[in-house]
């Protein structure tokens, strides 16, 4: 069973954390031991898991990224979203976490971040656990 | 079971859509609630998501890697493929999706793509299908 | 089951590689066919698959991280460790491998790195292989 969560993003990029929100779907399933699969399903965000304890690294992230591909560079594609997409490929749409005893084997910290390339908006993201 | 496609790239670098593919594999495993991995057994190529509307997007996306890894830069590897290599481990070669309904769960603007980062070359790509 | 394998890194940046170990696990687990799930438990380092044979391509790989996230940056968060953050998110910190007749799928010039970007240190890797 897929879980949709809604995210509702407050700036044009930025990293928020989704942690709690991931456990709760990790504790209803019911599942001890398996997989917590986590899917995006748009192209100008990501997924990532990095330190939940000061709000500064998420804000260093961010920061080298747009480095990478900055908001005011050359992009063929005109509508403004470019830099989005290209930190979408760079930082994976994708996770698979590891559930121990009906828990997140995420290390002390460790969070999981939805992160937004392209807000603000309301976005969706796909939980599925599955035992083994 | 694996399912092991053929791809074949046309240029040095490019990202070349294979959603169609995928969907077949996923159609043909019969298989309706799951997960569908990809991998790709290379090292100087790569597999992610992004939008297959506009082909500026995957063009983008490697004009930023190249900016990242340059071909003119300063490498030890001596093959001339070091480049290829740094923008596989950025990229990933691995990627888990969701399968609901016997459908991928892939968004509205959504494309799988291979990402050739050394060639042209005949590729190979690993599909599979798991029930759960 | 999940195995816990521990790392100890030499350096304060590092592509060490831990093929032999998870095969090992793999091996032990019994399962023919399936998947191998990588996590690491930690913000400051990640788990990439690259070429193995020559070990100037981990170099490489490390060297243009460092541009991207140079040492000598100017960060927000203040531990000094900013840069191993950053690319911890850009290389990902988990993985989904193939396994198929006892095996894992890798390609001839693949090898799993563990990515050190904080060291030296001792680490944690869990492995978890799922049949199906």
Redesign the interface.
Known sequence: ??RRLTIATSKKAELQEITSQVRQVVGESGIN???C?I?V???TAGV????HA?P??A???M??LE???PAG?A?????GN?PG??K???????????V?KGQL??????GIFFAEFDGPRQR?L?V?V???
């Open positions: 069973m897929i031991e398996g997989v699969h899917f399903p748009h192209t990532t898991i990095n330190e000061d500064d690294v804000r260093d992230i920061a080298r480095v990478l591909a560079g992009y063929l594609h005109v509508e470019a997409h290209v979408s490929s760079v930082v994976g749409c994708s996770l698979a976490l590891m121990e084997t995420l290390g002390t910290w460790q969706s796909l599925k599955v035992a083994g």
